[in-house]
C-alpha cells in the first residue's frame, strides 16, 4: 500500500486540503492553521467568523471562531451538528427566537432566544440540534469558543430506528467511559471493532468506534462517512480493491484492501471518505474514531 505524509506546504493558508486515495483528509495541525486564519481575518467588531473545514458538497464542515455573542439561528430544513474544538461557552437550544427575520435560503435569524434551555460546553463536547429548533452559541466572557459545525438536510420525523432513541448531546467527560466499553466489545466483536452511540437523531448518528489491529474493508454503497480521531492514531487505508468482497445489500465488506493509500492519522485528524470508496482503520496501538455517515 502507498504511504501518505502530509506535506508542510498543505499548512499554508488556502492549501488545508489533501485529497488523497478519493478522500479528504485535513489534519489537526492544518485544523489549527485554519483557526488561526480565521481569528486573523476576524474584524474587531465581528462576533463570529466561519472557515471551512472540510467542503465535500453538498455538505460542508465549517470552523467556527466566536469571541462574542452573535445572533441566534433556527434551520428549518437542516439539523446541526456542534462539536467544540477548544474553549468554553454557552448554548442555548430551544424557545423562541426574539426580533426573528427570514433569510432568503428560509434560514432564521434573532437577536436572542427567549425561554430556551441553556448548556455550559467546554472542549469536545458534541451537540445535535434538531431542524427548526432555535439556538444559540456565546463564549464565556472574555474568552473564545471555536466550533465545528456540519449542516444535515432533515426535513421531517423519519420512521423511528430501532435502538436509536434521540440523544442530542454527548460530553468530553461521558467519553473515558465509552471508549473502555467500546474496547472491550472490539475483543470478541466480529467486524474487529467496538462501537457506542454519542449522537443520534435518526437517520443520523455519530458513533464512537474502538479500533484493533486487523480492521474491516468496507465500501458504502449510499453514503459518505466524515471521521474525526478522538484518540491515539492509527491508519485509514482509501482506495484500491477490496480482497473477497462479500456483498451485504447496502456494504460491501472484505477482508483487506489491495492498492489502497494509507493515511496515518492522529487525535484531531478530520477525514471524509465519499460513498462508494474502499476503506479500512487499523491500528496497532489506541485508535478511537467519531464516525457519522451522510448519504
Do not use: C
Not at 45 to 68: C, V
Not at 128 to 136: E, F, L, S
Not at 229 to 240: H, I, K, P, S
Request: no cysteine.
Amino acid at each position: 500500500m502507498k504511504p501518505l505524509f502530509l506535506a508542510a506546504a498543505l499548512l499554508l493558508p488556502g492549501a488545508a486540503v489533501a485529497q488523497t486515495g478519493g478522500a479528504i483528509i485535513v489534519s489537526a495541525e492544518q485544523v489549527e492553521q485554519i483557526r488561526q486564519d480565521a481569528r486573523a481575518a476576524q474584524a474587531p467588531a465581528a462576533p463570529s467568523l466561519s472557515r471551512p473545514i472540510i467542503t465535500a458538497p453538498p455538505y460542508a464542515l465549517n470552523l467556527e471562531h466566536r469571541t462574542g455573542k452573535a445572533p441566534a439561528s433556527l434551520h428549518p430544513a437542516e439539523a446541526e451538528l456542534i462539536i467544540v474544538l477548544d474553549g468554553a461557552g454557552t448554548i442555548t437550544t430551544g424557545g423562541m427566537l426574539v426580533n426573528a427575520t427570514t433569510a432568503a435560503n428560509g434560514n432564521v435569524s434573532g437577536t436572542d432566544i427567549a425561554n430556551g434551555a441553556p448548556r455550559h460546553v467546554v472542549k469536545d463536547d458534541m451537540l445535535m440540534v434538531p431542524q427548526g429548533t432555535a439556538h444559540m452559541m456565546v463564549p464565556d466572557t472574555g474568552g473564545v469558543l471555536v466550533l465545528a459545525t456540519l449542516h444535515l438536510p432533515r426535513t421531517a420525523e423519519p420512521t423511528s430506528v430501532p435502538g436509536r432513541a434521540p440523544r442530542l448531546v454527548n460530553l468530553a467527560a461521558d467519553v473515558p467511559a465509552m471508549t473502555q466499553k467500546a474496547k472491550t466489545a472490539a475483543a470478541t466483536s466480529p467486524r474487529f471493532f467496538g462501537g457506542d452511540t454519542m449522537l443520534s437523531l435518526p437517520p443520523y448518528r455519530v458513533g464512537l468506534e474502538y479500533r484493533s489491529p486487523k480492521g474491516i474493508a468496507s465500501i458504502h454503497k449510499n453514503d459518505g462517512e466524515f471521521m474525526l480521531v478522538l484518540e491515539g492514531e492509527g491508519v485509514v487505508v482509501t482506495g484500491g480493491t477490496v480482497v473477497n468482497p462479500k456483498d451485504l445489500g447496502a456494504n460491501i465488506d472484505g477482508d483487506a484492501i489491495q492498492g489502497g493509500t494509507d493515511n496515518r492519522m492522529k487525535k484531531g485528524d478530520f477525514i471524509f471518505v465519499p460513498k462508494g470508496l474502499p476503506h479500512l482503520a487499523r491500528t496497532d496501538g489506541t485508535f478511537v474514531l467519531a464516525t457519522l455517515h451522510v448519504p
